[in-house]
């Protein structure tokens, strides 16, 4: 079998190179795209994720605010910062970095973003657009990711059995709506915690997508012979022979199931780079949208 690695770092960084001339573009026009990025806490992981984001916007002629906020910032301190953001005509984009501290309901804060703002698609009114397939909605950045990495590599859907691993707001659900959607076309399985003989369902899989934040559970016996595997999974394992003294694996057991592949992402370099362009894109979306309505 031949096996394609999909490169996610140069896929990326051509969106990202598309992204720039439409920025540069917008900004001629006096709307130079804005995003907010919200960060409550220190968990280390987010600390990372919110770096590479605000400096994805800097290279691409983004302006950005990162909002770092102490662990015991309350919800009404946080919903009045998005209030804030909501009305600042400089900022087209909001983003509250996930997870935040237990005291906070996530669910109930992503209900003040203003929609038309919210890049990370998680307010039920963009999650609403995705199910009804209205095209001015925000789809989540991960899986709208996937769906650049199988178009850029040419991987037909329409007809095929996709198996999504783990039915999460930000991954799972709406990758299953997007490949069922009529612009893909597949026949979807969400598959979760109590799906039964998980490695069965998915040797039936033509597309695995694996987004369960479990490192290597998927192995080989989960795969048919030329399935596509997309590993959302980023994990810090353990690695005493590694400088941080961790190293990131996937939900995909990469060595053991390469081989039986045709194509299969690695981790890191596959997914991962397509969450931030995904991003900066629904940024630049929403300036446009923002910026064109009446
Ligand atoms: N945490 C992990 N992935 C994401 C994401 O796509 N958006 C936000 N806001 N938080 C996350």
Redo the contacts with the bound molecule.
């Keep these: 079998m031949t096996t394609t690695l999909i490169n996610g770092k140069e896929v990326s960084q051509r969106i990202r190179e598309g992204l720039k001339t439409e920025i540069a573009a917008l900004t001629a026009q006096g709307h130079t795209p804005g995003l907010a990025v919200v960060l409550v806490g220190e968990d280390p992981a987010s600390q990372v994720?919110v770096g590479s984001k605000v400096k994805a916007c800097a290279e691409l002629g983004i302006y950005s605010q990162k909002w770092a906020l102490p662990t015991e910032t309350t919800q009404e301190e946080l919903v009045q910062l998005i209030h804030k953001l909501n009305a600042d005509d400089r900022i087209h984009g909001i983003?509250?970095?996930?997870p935040p501290p237990k005291h906070i309901d996530e669910e109930a804060v992503v209900l003040n973003i203003d929609p038309r703002k919210d890049v990370?698609g998680f307010h039920p009114v963009n999650v609403a657009k995705l199910v009804l397939e209205e095209p001015d909605g925000f789809v989540?950045?991960?899986p709208l990711g996937c769906m650049e990495l199988l178009k850029a590599y040419g991987i037909e859907t329409a007809g095929k059995h996709a198996v999504v691993i783990g039915r999460s707001m930000?991954v799972g659900k709406p990758m299953a709506n997007l490949l069922v959607s009529k612009q893909a076309n597949a026949t979807v399985t969400i598959a979760h915690s109590r799906t039964k003989d998980l490695a069965a369902l998915c040797r039936t899989a033509d597309i695995i997508v694996a987004a369960v934040g479990r490192p290597k559970m998927v192995t080989a016996d989960f795969i048919k012979p030329g399935a596509v595997v997309l590993d959302v999974g980023i994990n810090r394992v353990p690695d005493a022979t590694a400088a941080r003294g961790y190293r990131i694996v996937g939900d995909v057991d990469f060595e053991g199931v390469r081989d039986q592949c045709s194509y299969i992402t690695p981790v890191p370099g596959g997914v991962g780079p397509m969450?931030i362009a995904m991003l900066m894109a629904n940024t630049v979306k929403a300036c446009h949208q923002l910026t064109t309505a009446s």
């Design positions: 994720y983003l509250v970095q996930s990370d989540p950045c991960t930000i969450t």
